[in-house]
C-alpha cells in the first residue's frame, strides 16, 4: 500500500536520510524556508544551469540556440513522464493562469452554459472563468467552509465532491477544482474529481500548482481532462515556467489563442504562411520561450525524479507528510490551532494554523526576524514544507513563536 495513505509515525525521526537533498538547497544555510506554496527557493543544479546560460547568452548570443531549444524538449519529456502523460500533450507555459485561461477562453462555450468550482480556490482559477460571463457562461461557486470533528479538530477549506455534483445539471461543462487548497491545505483526490464531473458529463481541470512536484500525478490513471501549475512552488523551478496537461482527444476541442511563428508544423520556416498548427500541445506556445526559465526547471524536475518524484509514487510525498505531521505535533504542544485537515488522505505540505490571541502579520514579521520565513493567508500562519525540511526547521520555528509569546506576556498592557 502507497504510504501517502498512512498515519504518520509519531517517533518517525526527521534525522539525516534526507540530507543529499537538503545540500542541494542553499537557502538551508540562513532560512528555516517554510514557503513553499508560496514561491520556493532554488535548488543548486536549477541556479547553475541559470548561470551556464546567461553566461552562454551574454558571451556568445545566439550561437548556442539550437541546443537550448533541444534542452527544452528534454524538459517537455521530462514533465510528460513525471505525470504519465504523452509528449505532445504538455505545453510550456509562462504560469497557471495562461495554462487556465487557454481552456477556458479555447472551449466553444455556448449561452447557457455553466462552470461549477469551489468557493475557496485561487483568483487565478476563478477570473478566468468568471471572464466568461460575456458570453453568456454561468459560474457557480460553491463554498466550501471550516468544519470541527469530535475531537475539535478543523479542517479548513473541506471540498465535498458530493455538494459540487449537486451544483451540476444538464448544461454545465466543466468543473475546475484546486488539488490542494492554497490556503487550507485541503488535498482532494484528483481521480475521484475527475469521475465525478464526467458522470455529470462535463470536463475536469485540475489546478495542480499546489501538489504537482510532491504528489504523484498519473493523467492516464485520474482520467483528467486539463490541468495547469507553474513550477515556482513545489517543482523547486523559477517563476514564469509552467506546464499546461490537454488531454490530446481534446487538442482540437479548443481554439488556440496566441498563435505564432512557433504555433506551426514548418515554424522554423519563417517564409511559410500556410497556418497548419502543430498537432500537439505546443501550439499553444505561439512565440519565444522563456528559454532560461525551462533550463532551471529541468534541473528542478531531475532533481525531484532522482529523490522518488513519479507519475505513480512519490518518495517525496510520505517525506513532506512525516515533516508536517511533525510539525502540527509541535505547533500543538505550543498552543497552536491547527486549521488544516490532520486525516491522512487530505494532508498535503501546508499546515494552517493560528495560535489564540495572536496576529499572524506580527508573528510573521516576528519569525522574519529570526531566520523563519512562512506566509499569512485567510487570517492564519501557513506553513508549507518541503522534502529537505527537517527537525532543525521545525524547531526554529517553534522556538520562535514561543519567542514571540514570552515578549508578548511580558510587555505592559
Not at 470541527?148 to 478543523?154: K, L, Q, T, V, Y
Not at 499546461?244 to 489563442?257: G, N
Amino acid at each position: 500500500m502507497n504510504e501517502i495513505g498512512l498515519a504518520v509515525d509519531k517517533n518517525f525521526e526527521l534525522s539525516s536520510d534526507w540530507s543529499e537533498f537538503r545540500r542541494q538547497m542553499p537557502v538551508t544555510t540562513r532560512w528555516a524556508y517554510f514557503d513553499h506554496a508560496a514561491v520556493a527557493p532554488l535548488p543548486k543544479p536549477a541556479a547553475e544551469a541559470i548561470q551556464r546560460w546567461s553566461q552562454a547568452a551574454m558571451s556568445q548570443g545566439d550561437v548556442d540556440w539550437p541546443k537550448w531549444e533541444r534542452r527544452i524538449e528534454q524538459v517537455r519529456k521530462l514533465a510528460a513522464k513525471m505525470v504519465n502523460a504523452e509528449e505532445q500533450e504538455v505545453a510550456l507555459v509562462p504560469n497557471t493562469t495562461t495554462g487556465i485561461s487557454y481552456v477556458a477562453e479555447g472551449l466553444d462555450w455556448t449561452a447557457g452554459d455553466n462552470v461549477v468550482m469551489s468557493g475557496g480556490e485561487f483568483p487565478s482559477n476563478v477570473f478566468p472563468w468568471m471572464n466568461l460571463r460575456s458570453r453568456g457562461v454561468e459560474i457557480r461557486v460553491v463554498n466550501s467552509s471550516v468544519e470541527a470533528n469530535s475531537d475539535g479538530e478543523h479542517s479548513a477549506g473541506k471540498i465535498d465532491l458530493n455538494r459540487l455534483a449537486d451544483a451540476c445539471d444538464r448544461r454545465t461543462r466543466l468543473i475546475t477544482l484546486s488539488w490542494v487548497g492554497f490556503a487550507s491545505g485541503y488535498r482532494v483526490d484528483p481521480a475521484e474529481a475527475a469521475r465525478m464531473a464526467h458522470d455529470h458529463g462535463a470536463l475536469f481541470f485540475l489546478d495542480a500548482i499546489q501538489g504537482l512536484g510532491v504528489f504523484p500525478l498519473d493523467v492516464r490513471a485520474t482520467d483528467i481532462d486539463f490541468f495547469g501549475a507553474d513550477g515556482h512552488k513545489w517543482m523547486l523551478g523559477p517563476e514564469g515556467a509552467g506546464l499546461l496537461y490537454i488531454k490530446q482527444q481534446h487538442l482540437d476541442c479548443l481554439r488556440p489563442q496566441c498563435v505564432g511563428w512557433n504555433s506551426v508544423v514548418r515554424r522554423h520556416d519563417f517564409s511559410e504562411k500556410e497556418m497548419e498548427l502543430r498537432p500537439e500541445a505546443a501550439r499553444y506556445e505561439g512565440g519565444s520561450q522563456n528559454m532560461v526559465g525551462y533550463h532551471g526547471l529541468g534541473e528542478s524536475l531531475e532533481l525531484l525524479r532522482k529523490f522518488g518524484l513519479a507519475s505513480n509514487h512519490s518518495l517525496i510525498a510520505n517525506r513532506v507528510l512525516q515533516v508536517t505531521g511533525q510539525l502540527c505535533q509541535r505547533l500543538l504542544e505550543i498552543g497552536a490551532t491547527i486549521i488544516s485537515s490532520q486525516e491522512n488522505k487530505t494532508r498535503s505540505g501546508i499546515v494552517s494554523f493560528q495560535i489564540p490571541g495572536q496576529s499572524p502579520d506580527q508573528l510573521r514579521r516576528h519569525l522574519l526576524e529570526l531566520g523563519v520565513v512562512l506566509s499569512v493567508r485567510n487570517g492564519a500562519l501557513r506553513a508549507s514544507a518541503h522534502a529537505y525540511n527537517n527537525q532543525t526547521d521545525i524547531e526554529k520555528l517553534a522556538e520562535g513563536i514561543s519567542d514571540f509569546m514570552r515578549k508578548k506576556t511580558a510587555s505592559p498592557s
